[in-house]
T-cell receptor, first 110, second 112 residues
Framework: QKEVEQDPGPLSVPEGAIVSLNCTYS??????FMWYRQYSRKGPELLMY????GNKEDGRFTAQVDKSSKYISLFIRDSQPSDSATYLC??????????FGDGTTLTVKP | DSGVTQTPKHLITATGQRVTLRCSPR?????VYWYQQSLDQGLQFLIQ???????AKGNILERFSAQQFPDLHSELNLSSLELGDSALYFC???????????FGNGTRLTVT
């Protein structure tokens, strides 16, 4: 079993939709939780970073962490075609090692 | 711009050959990570260096090796290349253990 399981997708939504991207993890040592966005043929870029259970909001993006159930979510409101990318969840231990999910590819259609 | 520079951007070589990929981390970052991403696959962790020393190893093949130099740039050496080694190779740097990774735009390796 992988340490991080991510909803495989692909996901296709109309512009303006609310998108929910989800991951589960098994390692209790994960303390920090990142979401990265990767456009085709580019390096992943950090989108959200949180270290506690609860919600963190940044513009149209909300990261949600539930440590008790080991569940991580990323919500995108009012999705735009420019949000079309692969989204990677990456929980991290205190030692600095990130473990990446396999990614969910999102397409937002105009 | 993440501040992480990878060269070359593209590399085409033949089976059995050896190549070297180079990474310059963000200014001040001591940790460098190498990842492999094959077509439609996730990021596979290869190896981590911290201030010149190997810190962690992932599923790195024995044909692959890496090092980090005193100026903190890192090189990933891939030898006896096989068709299956064709992939995107990413370098990432990190300032501290609880900090996110900052990725370069990768080197696309094609083995023919």
């Amino acid at each position: 079993q992988k340490e991080v399981e991510q909803d495989p997708g692909p996901l296709s939504v109309p512009e303006g939709a609310i998108v929910s991207l989800n991951c589960t993890y098994s390692n209790s040592a994960f303390q920090y939780f990142m979401w990265y966005r990767q456009y085709s043929r580019k390096g992943p870029e950090l989108l959200m970073y949180t270290y506690s259970s609860g919600n963190k909001e940044d513009g149209r993006f909300t990261a949600q962490v539930d440590k008790s159930s080991k569940y991580i979510s990323l919500f995108i409101r009012d999705s735009q075609p420019s949000d079309s990318a692969t989204y990677l969840c990456a929980p991290n231990t205190n030692a600095g090692k990130s473990t990446f999910g396999d990614g969910t590819t999102l397409t937002v259609k105009p | 711009d993440s501040g992480v520079t990878q060269t070359p951007k593209h590399l085409i070589t033949a089976t059995g050959q050896r190549v070297t990929l180079r990474c310059s981390p963000r200014s001040g970052d001591l940790s460098v990570y190498w990842y492999q991403q094959s077509l439609d696959q996730g990021l596979q962790f290869l190896i981590q260096y911290y201030n010149g020393e190997e810190r962690a190893k992932g599923n790195i093949l024995e044909r692959f090796s890496a090092q980090q130099f005193p100026d903190l740039h890192s090189e990933l050496n891939l030898s006896s290349l096989e068709l299956g080694d064709s992939a995107l190779y990413f370098c990432a740097s990190q300032s501290a253990g609880d900090s996110p990774l900052h990725f370069g735009n990768g080197t696309r390796l094609t083995v023919t």
